[in-house]
């Protein structure tokens, strides 16, 4: 969209304010808003001024002056604001030399994009996630000196089959691992999926369907796959869109990976393809129909999988979900329609549809940042030939334990996972797509979180721990 299309849109649409967006190195999406009448060419070309010391993870006071730069390409109507507000998504760029600033995690996107050009392995990277979520009614939680709990509740719980309500208790809930996938009214969430699909489809998103997931009150809708930044775009408006119609309906979600013990946590599968000149470079006439670049590919992602867990699965409570028993892609393994290995080819009879799943990412990741890292190890694979060995075909969930220790595994803590991008992370420097001044600076917010959750203690050590 041109500069000329964004301002004719503000007319057409009668806009009163232009919301300006950018994402934190964490991976929450930020605002700016402006009055209409202020945004003209001008504003486009030049940007807007905002403070970058207050963004954790970012510039110190000294160097706080940073800029704005609109993405025109990514306006829309914001569909929850009661003023018609115009949004666009923006790169953060140095204001003194116009720079791309290094830690701007959708800087790196775009830098991610270009570099794959210009190895002359392919013109466009396609990505498509499948995130998932919890819908809770009731969410409570506290972090103090003298307690530390969390309780959540939903009506439609699996939990919730015996409680009295004032209007009755229908019994029709999933079970425990029985959410996928029944109809109403054991699955009550479908007008509610529903107009979070359809505000999706109203402000121009590509989607195609909603089911409810496995665990007790978790949900997926799914997007059209698109290329690497507009996808990372559309993820932020994929968030966004649900935490705000959820909110009006009076209900809460989260993207945390594990909120619950004892049911399925909640992934972020990732579909991804690299195309040349029009064509699929990843369809061929080896295993499962895959060409030896799908497969070195494969082999990047196996071989730097606990650096990319840093930033595919970047909280203490991803670990929790990633443990075996609850359907999570913990061994480095891959197979074709095999979901129990971190990598799957999913079957296609078209050659063009031909992709490869990264299982293991979840949905706290920096949707940026995460796909410009499997990107980039996959790029590594193919620079240097790396086959990810024989495929998996057996159910791996079930092997016996002789054969299971030869498989390895993702990383099983936050911990684990940064100190592998400490030692493991010269793929993701090539053609300065990260640096390691953000890698830096991303490992120290991410330490913080670590601490954080290690020096508290957890109501599970009182129940094992406070009568010794």
């Known amino acids: 969209m041109s500069k000329d299309s964004v301002l004719k849109m503000i007319k057409d649409e009668d806009a009163a304010y232009v919301d300006i967006r950018f994402t934190d190195p964490r991976g929450k999406l930020q ?15 030049e940007g807007f001024m905002f403070d970058g010391s207050s963004i954790a993870g970012w510039k110190g006071i000294e160097a706080s002056d940073m800029k704005l730069m609109p993405d025109t390409d990514s306006a829309y109507v914001d569909p929850f604001y009661a003023e018609k507000t115009i949004c666009i998504h923006c790169t953060v760029v140095e204001p003194d030399t116009g720079e791309p600033y290094n830690r701007d995690p959708r800087g790196t996107a775009l830098l991610a994009e270009a570099y794959l050009k210009s190895t002359g392995i392919g013109d466009a990277a396609y990505f498509g996630p ?13 972090v103090t000196m003298n307690k530390v709990s969390f309780e959540v509740d939903a009506v439609d719980g699996a939990w919730n089959t015996d409680t009295e309500y004032e209007m009755g208790n229908m019994g029709h809930r999933p079970g425990v691992k029985g959410g996928y996938f029944p109809v109403n009214p054991i699955d009550p969430a479908q007008d509610l999926r529903s107009e979070m699909l359809s505000t999706m489809k109203r402000i121009g998103m590509k989607v195609d369907k909603h089911h409810h997931e496995v665990a007790s009150n978790q949900h997926e809708l799914g997007l059209i796959f698109d290329s690497l930044t507009k996808q990372a775009d559309e993820l932020q408006k994929y968030k966004y869109i649900i935490h705000n119609v959820a909110h009006a309906y009076g209900k809460s979600v989260t993207f945390m990976p594990k ?15 690299i195309w040349k000149d029009g064509k699929p470079l990843f369809a061929g006439d080896k295993y499962a129909d895959l060409s030896d670049e799908a497969l070195y590919f494969i082999g990047g992602i196996l071989k730097h999988a606990k650096t990319l867990n840093a930033f595919t699965n970047p909280s203490t409570n991803s ?31 078209s050659p063009k549809a031909k992709r490869v799943e990264a299982r293991f990412p979840d949905p706290s990741a920096n949707p940026y940042l995460a796909f410009s890292a499997l990107l980039m190890a996959g790029l590594d694979g193919i620079q240097n030939k ?21 498989i390895p595994t993702v990383c099983a803590s936050l911990r684990e996972a940064l100190e592998s991008l400490e030692a493991d992370h010269d793929f993701l420097l090539k053609g300065d797509v990260f640096t390691k001044d953000q890698i830096e600076g991303y490992l120290a917010l991410k330490w913080e979180e670590v601490y ?13 721990y406070y009568s010794c």
Request: net charge negative.
């Open 31 to 45: 605002h700016v808003t402006v009055m209409a009448e202020l945004v003209d060419e001008d504003f486009l070309d």
């Open 130 to 142: 499948e995130a998932e979520f919890f819908v809770f009614d009731d969410v409570r939680y506290a």
């Open 259 to 273: 909120p619950m013990a004892g049911d399925n946590g909640t992934g972020m599968h990732v579909n991804m393809s």
């Open 319 to 349: 670990y929790k979900r990633l443990i075996p028993g609850f359907e999570a892609p913990v061994l480095r393994a891959y197979s074709a329609r095999n979901r129990s290995g971190c990598v799957r080819i999913p079957w296609t009879e």
């Open 386 to 406: 790396i086959h990810p060995g024989d495929p998996s075909d057996k159910d791996l969930y079930d092997l016996p334990p002789e054969e299971l220790a030869d």
């Open 452 to 464: 954080a959750f290690e020096h508290t203690p957890h109501p599970v050590e009182y129940k094992m």
